[in-house]
Nanobody
Framework: QVQLVESGGGSVQAGGSLRLSCAAF????????VAWFRQGPGKEREGVAA????????VYADSVEGRFTISQDNAKNTLYLQMNSLKPEDTAMYYC????????????????????WGQGTQVTVSS
């Protein structure tokens, strides 16, 4: 059973930066998709960024392209989301997710494509 534990959320002023971490436990296969999702107040959960741990494929939502960077440390089984130039509309609960299934890039940011989820970490951006 895969377990995901997020950390690194907090409160920051607009224009600031935060780095989220997601520690993973229990992977049984060497490669998988990992992603960050977020859900703001009164909004549906949306995909932010996703990457395949086998290398070569990363996808971002248009709303964060150029500001957020997804990365991974395979030795530590840890996923990161570096968030720069934060905006108030980035305020949300952020979740990491993982799945072994094959995906095309147009499906990598769809929440139903992911089986394993963390508990979330809150990010609040004030203006």
């Amino acid at each position: 059973q895969v377990q995901l534990v997020e950390s690194g959320g907090g409160s920051v002023q607009a224009g600031g930066s935060l780095r989220l971490s997601c520690a993973a436990f229990g992977y049984t296969y060497p490669h998988y998709w990992v992603a960050w999702f977020r859900q703001g107040p009164g909004k549906e959960r949306e995909g932010v960024a996703a990457t395949y741990t086998g290398g070569g494929t990363t996808v971002y939502a248009d709303s964060v392209e150029g500001r957020f960077t997804i990365s991974q440390d395979n030795a530590k089984n840890t996923l990161y989301l570096q968030m720069n130039s934060l905006k108030p509309e980035d305020t949300a609960m952020y979740y990491c997710a993982a799945d072994y299934g094959l995906k095309t890039m147009d499906r990598a940011l769809l929440s139903y494509e992911y089986k394993y989820w963390g508990q979330g970490t809150q990010v609040t951006v004030s203006s």
